[in-house]
Nanobody, 126 residues
Framework: QVHLVESGGGSVQAGGSLRLSCAAS????????MAWFRQAPGKERERVAT????????NYPDSVYGRFTVSRDNAKNTLALEMNNLKPEDTAMYYC???????????????????WGQGTQVTVSS
């Protein structure tokens, strides 16, 4: 059974930092594209970062580029998202997701991902 469990969310002031983690189990983690998405109330779920199976190919939208860094540890089956210089518009529920079919060119749309965690809340105050 596949499990994705996020942790590390919380409340910070603008300019602060947070590190999110996702623990994966129940599938071949090292062979799966992984991603972070976020969803704010009333808004669509949006991609925050994607990472290839070997960690060498990452992709970010302009809204977080240069502030967020995604990484993975295939030995520990974990995914991380380092978030710096946080802004109030980063406030959302953050989800990790697994795409078991792709390895290098990871998709940017939510419906490409097979499994999702339950999410962790990030709140940034001004």
């Amino acid at each position: 059974q596949v499990h994705l469990v996020e942790s590390g969310g919380g409340s910070v002031q603008a300019g602060g930092s947070l590190r999110l983690s996702c623990a994966a189990s129940g599938f071949t983690y090292s062979s799966s594209c992984m991603a972070w998405f976020r969803q704010a109330p009333g808004k669509e779920r949006e991609r925050v970062a994607t990472i290839s199976t070997d960690g060498r190919r990452t992709n970010y939208p302009d809204s977080v580029y240069g502030r967020f860094t995604v990484s993975r540890d295939n030995a520990k089956n974990t995914l991380a998202l380092e978030m710096n210089n946080l802004k109030p518009e980063d406030t959302a529920m953050y989800y990790c997701a697994a795409d078991l079919r792709r390895t290098w060119f990871c998709e940017e749309v939510p419906n490409a991902y097979d499994y999702w965690g339950q999410g962790t809340q990030v709140t940034v105050s001004s």
